[in-house]
């Protein structure tokens, strides 16, 4: 699954969107704070191989090096940033894991093509066994949580990707039960038809998959939505993933059985990989912004324009900050707020303790208090 078809996984769950990050009550900016732990980077990996799922949809097998097995660990319905360059240019896209680490199965991403994808097309008709391809370290935050309730999945197309992981891995180490409704356009186009049989047999008590394809069945409704889901409505933990009209059907279905918004846990991905725009406004503070930047020994202030981002207003300041995917998901673009406030629209790149201490999207990041400080490229002392 790709999450930045065109967009981004424009949610990680109900409760993610419109973080704000702020210093407001430190007596002092700082000024030299640690370059945050985690590693961001992207690292050339080894495509052992490449499974051909479907007619459009490829599996790559990864071969991470030993020295970086640490920096590739991930939760089962997490994802990497893939980089590639298509014509010179370079492009970057990130794909969710739909193997389990639990499994002991090797690191894979899938990728499914769509008309006009940019990056979806090159690697499903380019990329080969032994290429090389570049990926930063596993990221995102649509994952298992700690509890005994039902596992109730909706899926669409290759939304089952890190739906997959999950699955595998409740029914490896947990005894809960698993449902999932998978939809797709027609049998062809189901991706991990023949695993999921397999899951199924292995699991008959535990696991039941229903399978509807929209030729025959028609596209999903909320009716259909709440059928599925009213037996576990009560005490299920809810994962979606899937195109944007589909989801906005299963959480209607939902809401219709008034399923708590923290049992929901969605992952959003649009229909093409045409990069998006940027994220919508944030209300304006009452006063005029200023907005002060650090990139490279260069600082720069200027009055923020309504609606511009960190990271557009660094370029208008004529910076070159540093960027990439322009969706949230990369951290590309991450840089520190040491004075002020943001909003930030999208995380799928950083942790919690990474925006506890003040690290945000620029890409995302629009100012919300009359002055606000940015640094770029904080080095460890």
Known sequence: MSCSRGSVRASLANSENGIIVGVMGRPEPILSPPRPRRDHGFHPIRVAEVVQETADAVSLVLEVPTELADVFA?????????????????????????????????????????????VSNWIVDRVRDGDTVELSPPT???????????????????????????????????????????????????????TLSELETRYPDRLTVVRTFDVEHGLLTADAVTAFADESARDGEFYLCGPGPYMEVVEQGLGILRVEAERIRIERFAQTDLRMGAPPAAPEPAQATRVTIELDGRTDVTDHRAGTTILQTARQMGMAPPFSCESGSCATCMARIVEGSVSMFVNNALTPEEVEEG???????????????????????
């Not at 990497?80 to 991403?109: F, K, T, W």
């Not at 029914?171 to 049998?187: E, F, G, I, M, P």
């Not at 690290?359 to 002392?381: H, K, M, N």
């Open 74 to 118: 991930y939760e089962p319905g997490q994802f990497c940033n893939l980089r590639v360059a298509v014509d010179g240019e370079p492009q970057m896209r990130c794909y969710s894991m739909s193997s389990a680490p639990v499994m002991d199965e090797a690191m894979q991403v899938t990728v499914k093509r769509v008309p006009g994808g940019i």
């Open 140 to 194: 995102g935050f649509f994952q298992l949580t700690d509890t005994a309730g039902p596992f109730v999945a909706f899926a669409a197309g290759s939304g089952i990707t890190p739906v997959l992981s999950l699955v595998k891995t409740a029914l490896v180490t947990t005894s809960r039960v698993v449902r999932l409704h998978y939809a797709n356009r027609d049998a062809q186009s189901v991706i991990f038809d023949t």
């Open 359 to 381: 690290w945000i999207l620029t890409c995302q990041s629009v100012p919300t208090s009359a002055a606000v400080r940015v640094v770029y490229g904080f080095e460890e002392d």
